[in-house]
Protein backbone atom coordinates (compact mmCIF):
# COMPACT_ATOMS: atom_id res chain seq x y z
CA UNK A 1 0.00 0.00 0.00
CA UNK A 2 1.25 3.53 -1.14
CA UNK A 3 1.23 6.09 2.11
CA UNK A 4 0.78 9.74 1.17
CA UNK A 5 4.17 11.59 2.07
CA UNK A 6 2.86 13.76 4.70
CA UNK A 7 4.52 17.21 6.72
CA UNK A 8 2.85 19.07 9.70
CA UNK A 9 3.10 22.23 10.62
CA UNK A 10 3.66 22.93 14.38
CA UNK A 11 4.56 25.98 16.22
CA UNK A 12 4.31 24.47 19.94
CA UNK A 13 3.93 21.25 22.02
CA UNK A 14 2.52 19.29 19.51
CA UNK A 15 0.13 16.95 21.03
CA UNK A 16 -1.88 16.45 17.77
CA UNK A 17 0.92 16.03 15.98
CA UNK A 18 1.66 13.30 18.78
CA UNK A 19 -1.97 11.77 17.91
CA UNK A 20 -1.28 11.52 14.56
CA UNK A 21 2.52 9.90 15.22
CA UNK A 22 0.53 7.36 17.11
CA UNK A 23 -2.60 6.65 14.37
CA UNK A 24 0.53 6.78 11.55
CA UNK A 25 2.22 3.77 13.08
CA UNK A 26 -0.78 0.99 12.23
CA UNK A 27 0.24 -0.86 9.42
CA UNK A 28 -2.73 0.05 7.37
CA UNK A 29 -2.63 4.22 8.00
CA UNK A 30 -2.57 5.64 4.94
CA UNK A 31 -0.35 8.20 5.51
CA UNK A 32 3.28 8.64 6.36
CA UNK A 33 4.45 11.63 7.99
CA UNK A 34 7.48 12.02 6.26
CA UNK A 35 8.66 15.69 7.66
CA UNK A 36 7.52 18.29 10.49
CA UNK A 37 8.67 21.83 10.07
CA UNK A 38 8.19 24.19 13.22
CA UNK A 39 8.47 28.22 13.30
CA UNK A 40 9.62 28.00 16.62
CA UNK A 41 13.28 26.68 17.44
CA UNK A 42 11.65 25.68 21.20
CA UNK A 43 8.78 23.80 19.79
CA UNK A 44 8.65 20.26 22.09
CA UNK A 45 6.95 19.09 18.87
CA UNK A 46 9.96 18.88 17.51
CA UNK A 47 11.28 16.45 19.93
CA UNK A 48 7.83 14.19 19.62
CA UNK A 49 9.11 13.84 15.70
CA UNK A 50 12.53 13.30 16.79
CA UNK A 51 11.73 10.87 19.09
CA UNK A 52 9.24 9.10 16.73
CA UNK A 53 12.18 9.18 13.54
CA UNK A 54 10.67 11.80 11.73
CA UNK A 55 12.58 14.86 9.73
CA UNK A 56 12.10 18.14 11.54
CA UNK A 57 13.33 21.43 9.98
CA UNK A 58 12.93 25.15 11.97
CA UNK A 59 12.28 27.72 9.96
CA UNK A 60 12.35 30.57 12.06
CA UNK A 61 9.49 33.13 11.08
CA UNK A 62 11.42 35.94 12.67
CA UNK A 63 14.11 35.75 10.12
CA UNK A 64 12.10 36.93 7.20
CA UNK A 65 11.26 40.36 5.88
CA UNK A 66 7.59 39.49 4.77
CA UNK A 67 4.97 36.30 5.29
CA UNK A 68 5.28 35.44 1.52
CA UNK A 69 8.84 34.83 1.92
CA UNK A 70 8.68 32.90 5.18
CA UNK A 71 6.18 30.91 2.97
CA UNK A 72 8.62 30.18 0.07
CA UNK A 73 11.02 29.05 2.46
CA UNK A 74 8.40 26.15 4.00
CA UNK A 75 7.41 25.55 0.32
CA UNK A 76 10.81 24.97 -0.56
CA UNK A 77 11.47 22.48 2.34
CA UNK A 78 8.21 20.59 1.49
CA UNK A 79 8.80 20.23 -1.81
CA UNK A 80 12.02 19.12 -1.29
CA UNK A 81 10.91 16.36 0.84
CA UNK A 82 8.29 15.32 -1.34
CA UNK A 83 5.53 16.27 0.70
CA UNK A 84 2.25 15.68 -1.02
CA UNK A 85 -0.05 16.61 2.22
CA UNK A 86 0.29 19.26 4.57
CA UNK A 87 -1.40 19.20 7.92
CA UNK A 88 -1.37 22.44 10.05
CA UNK A 89 -1.58 21.73 13.81
CA UNK A 90 -1.01 23.83 16.00
CA UNK A 91 0.93 25.80 13.69
CA UNK A 92 0.39 29.87 14.73
CA UNK A 93 0.85 31.57 11.52
CA UNK A 94 -1.68 32.84 9.22
CA UNK A 95 -0.01 31.63 5.64
CA UNK A 96 0.00 34.05 2.41
CA UNK A 97 -2.27 33.30 -0.10
CA UNK A 98 0.48 32.44 -2.34
CA UNK A 99 1.46 29.37 -0.03
CA UNK A 100 -2.55 28.34 0.47
CA UNK A 101 -2.86 28.91 -3.38
CA UNK A 102 0.06 26.76 -4.03
CA UNK A 103 -0.87 24.17 -1.95
CA UNK A 104 -4.58 23.89 -2.34
CA UNK A 105 -6.81 20.63 -2.45
CA UNK A 106 -3.14 19.54 -0.21
CA UNK A 107 -3.33 21.64 2.90
CA UNK A 108 -5.67 21.19 6.14
CA UNK A 109 -6.25 22.51 9.77
CA UNK A 110 -7.16 21.63 12.89
CA UNK A 111 -9.65 24.59 14.49
CA UNK A 112 -11.45 24.57 17.74
CA UNK A 113 -14.88 25.49 17.10
CA UNK A 114 -17.80 24.24 15.18
CA UNK A 115 -17.20 26.33 11.85
CA UNK A 116 -18.52 28.25 10.42
CA UNK A 117 -19.04 29.44 13.97
CA UNK A 118 -16.28 31.27 16.21
CA UNK A 119 -13.52 31.67 13.37
CA UNK A 120 -10.39 33.32 14.45
CA UNK A 121 -9.20 33.32 18.50
CA UNK A 122 -10.40 32.86 21.87
CA UNK A 123 -13.21 30.28 20.66
CA UNK A 124 -13.62 28.77 23.54
CA UNK A 125 -14.41 31.98 25.73
CA UNK A 126 -16.65 32.61 23.33
CA UNK A 127 -18.58 29.58 22.96
CA UNK A 128 -19.22 29.92 26.77
CA UNK A 129 -20.14 33.72 26.91
CA UNK A 130 -22.67 32.91 23.84
CA UNK A 131 -24.43 30.13 26.21
CA UNK A 132 -24.15 27.36 23.38
CA UNK A 133 -25.41 24.44 24.69
CA UNK A 134 -21.99 22.46 22.64
CA UNK A 135 -18.53 23.49 21.58
CA UNK A 136 -15.88 21.07 19.34
CA UNK A 137 -13.31 21.19 16.63
CA UNK A 138 -12.96 21.15 13.03
CA UNK A 139 -10.93 19.67 10.34
CA UNK A 140 -11.17 21.51 7.39
CA UNK A 141 -9.33 22.53 4.00
CA UNK A 142 -7.58 25.60 3.80
CA UNK A 143 -8.17 28.54 2.07
CA UNK A 144 -7.20 32.18 1.87
CA UNK A 145 -10.40 32.81 3.52
CA UNK A 146 -9.22 32.01 7.42
CA UNK A 147 -11.22 29.49 8.80
CA UNK A 148 -13.68 29.32 5.68
CA UNK A 149 -12.46 26.35 4.21
CA UNK A 150 -14.54 23.19 2.99
CA UNK A 151 -15.27 21.27 6.59
CA UNK A 152 -13.47 17.73 6.47
CA UNK A 153 -15.10 16.40 9.86
CA UNK A 154 -16.09 17.93 13.11
CA UNK A 155 -16.64 16.28 16.88
CA UNK A 156 -18.27 18.02 19.29
CA UNK A 157 -18.96 17.92 23.30
CA UNK A 158 -21.45 19.68 25.60
CA UNK A 159 -20.76 22.82 27.26
CA UNK A 160 -21.30 22.16 31.11
CA UNK A 161 -22.28 25.10 33.76
CA UNK A 162 -19.37 25.46 35.48
CA UNK A 163 -16.89 25.11 32.12
CA UNK A 164 -14.36 27.67 32.12
CA UNK A 165 -12.37 28.81 28.83
CA UNK A 166 -9.48 26.58 29.89
CA UNK A 167 -11.48 23.35 31.39
CA UNK A 168 -13.39 23.82 27.69
CA UNK A 169 -9.97 24.29 26.31
CA UNK A 170 -9.30 20.37 27.51
CA UNK A 171 -12.04 18.87 26.87
CA UNK A 172 -11.56 19.90 22.83
CA UNK A 173 -8.20 18.97 23.01
CA UNK A 174 -8.81 15.64 24.49
CA UNK A 175 -11.31 15.27 21.01
CA UNK A 176 -8.94 16.59 18.38
CA UNK A 177 -6.99 13.69 19.66
CA UNK A 178 -9.02 11.36 18.03
CA UNK A 179 -10.57 13.84 15.48
CA UNK A 180 -7.18 14.91 13.63
CA UNK A 181 -6.15 11.22 13.06
CA UNK A 182 -9.10 10.25 11.86
CA UNK A 183 -9.52 13.00 9.07
CA UNK A 184 -5.64 12.97 8.59
CA UNK A 185 -6.89 8.73 7.38
CA UNK A 186 -9.47 10.32 5.06
CA UNK A 187 -8.21 12.49 3.48
CA UNK A 188 -5.00 10.33 2.66
CA UNK A 189 -6.90 7.79 1.55
CA UNK A 190 -8.69 9.65 -0.32
CA UNK A 191 -5.60 10.68 -2.09
CA UNK A 192 -3.87 7.21 -2.77
Known amino acids: MRRVKTAVLIS????NLQAILDAAKAPDYPAE????????????????????????????????????????????????????LVVMAGFMRI????????????LINIH????????????HARAIEAGDAEHGATV?????????GEIIAQASTPIA???????????????EHTLYPEAVKKVARHMQ
Open 12 to 15: GNGS
Open 33 to 84: IALVISNVETAYGLTRAQNAGVTTVTIPHGNYASRESFDRMVDASLKSHGIE
Open 95 to 106: LSDWFVNEWQGK
Open 112 to 123: PSLLPKYKGLHT
Open 140 to 148: HWVTPELDS
Open 161 to 175: ADDTPETLKQKIHAL
